[in-house]
């Protein structure tokens, strides 16, 4: 029996729909940031899940009428893990004639040494494969690293720093390593994750899965993605919202001294301020002590 013309031609016009949608908003994301710049390398780190395959599908299109003239070449970490279908991203990148590499480095043997069985890995797993990622960039003159984080990747690290760190901080769309030598984007940021599975699967990507995180179930950030999950559906538009609010930040509304001079706040010229050891102690401003 033969599809229905009117249900494929809809289908179609979705999809046109949700990939304009993602291409406007990752080139939104890359100008509100400045994350491409002319002649720039960019190493899209290419896992061979859904986000990265998204975010390569995305940064390709763009290219071809990109305001300023970059390279890329997706790149990706074997981590020999058992069974892991090592042939899938080799062809499928040779298919399209996208350029790439494939470092190998048994990161995955590490890891399962070192974490005692049931305990989460991805702390000392992402350590591990962010090294070998900045080495393989640094030997390779690639000037941006793109990683596939997208807006509720963003927005649940924000509450896992909340609730279990006690700092407000999430994953910024563009950051520098802490040794200067290595420049980050994120060119999903502004992009939903049901978006992106959506165009995953409509594009048919070979989705490879992750054996070492995707099957620790009682991981905080699983937690955490229930939330928020659970809120969108009582409160829907709510993730926008907050998402929204990381890029609305009063600092003189929060409580960060190193953001904001409260202390210099309504203080008078030439008046003296007492120290934290002269209030605990008792002391007056001068010090002296009745």
Known sequence: MSANPDATRKQSYEAGKLAKRLRR???????????????????????GGKDSYTMLDILLSLQAKAPVRFEIIAVNLDQKQ????????????????????????????VVTRVIPQGKTMCSLCSRMRRGALYQWAADNGVTKIALGHHRDDILGTFFLNMFYQGSLKAMPPKLQSD????????????CREDDIAEYAEARAFPIIPCNLCGSQENMQRKVVKRMLADWEKSHPGRSETM???????APSQLMDRNLFDFAGL???????????????GGNDASGDND
């Open 25 to 47: 908003q990752v080139g939104q994301a890359i100008a509100d940031y400045a994350m491409i710049e002319d002649g720039d390398k960019v190493m899209v780190c290419l896992s």
């Open 82 to 109: 058992p069974d892991f279908p090592e042939h899938i991203l080799p062809e499928y990148l040779s298919e399209r004639g996208i350029p790439f590499h494939i470092i190998e480095q048994d990161t995955y043997s």
């Open 179 to 190: 040794d200067g030598k290595h420049v980050v984007i994120r060119p999903l940021a502004y």
């Open 243 to 249: 998402f929204r609010a990381l890029g609305n930040i």
């Open 266 to 280: 309504g203080a008078r010229e030439g008046a003296v301020r007492a120290d934290t050891h002269a209030w605990l």
